[in-house]
């Protein structure tokens, strides 16, 4: 039968290794933004983008009615308002980032 060693006192980790536990009692005081909270702080921050894809939305839903109905003309108007609607979109996207990115502070120098 073999012997088995005797267990020893466990040996002392690295504090790299444990670096993420100092982290987490630092941060533990900072508030975790949650999902619906972000929804409103980014709608606050660019409101034109929901807006756009609302009417984007809108004119699909339109021009798909109205292309079951029958009506080719009116679902073709819609499709271009779509267009136009997804372009104002991109639009705003990218203005909001660019406002975004012109008010971001440096970073600080250590």
């Not at 040996?11 to 009692?25: C, G």
């Not at 079951?68 to 639009?91: E, K």
């Given at each position: 039968?073999?012997?088995?060693?005797?267990?020893?006192?466990?040996?002392?980790?690295?504090?790299?290794?444990?670096?993420?536990?100092?982290?987490?009692?630092?941060?533990?005081?900072?508030?975790?933004?949650?999902?619906?909270e972000k929804m409103v702080r980014k709608?606050?921050?660019?409101?034109?983008?929901?807006?756009?894809?609302?009417?984007?939305?809108?004119?699909?839903?339109?021009?798909?009615?109205?292309?079951?109905?029958?009506?080719?003309?009116?679902?073709?108007?819609?499709?271009?308002?779509?267009?136009?609607?997804?372009?104002?979109?991109?639009?705003?996207?990218?203005?909001?980032?660019?406002?975004?990115?012109?008010?971001?502070?440096?970073?600080?120098?250590?």
């Open positions: 039968m073999p012997q088995v060693a005797a267990a020893s006192a466990p040996a002392e980790l690295p504090t790299e290794e444990l670096d993420w536990i100092q982290m987490r009692k630092d941060f533990a005081g900072v508030h975790a933004e949650t999902t619906k709608i606050n921050e660019n409101p034109l983008v929901p807006i756009g894809c609302a009417a984007t939305l809108t004119a699909l839903g339109f021009g798909l009615w109205n292309f079951r109905q029958g009506r080719s003309q009116m679902s073709q108007y819609m499709m271009r308002a779509r267009i136009l609607a997804q372009g104002f979109t991109v639009l705003a996207l990218i203005i909001g980032v660019g406002m975004t990115y012109g008010t971001k502070e440096p970073p600080k120098k250590q």
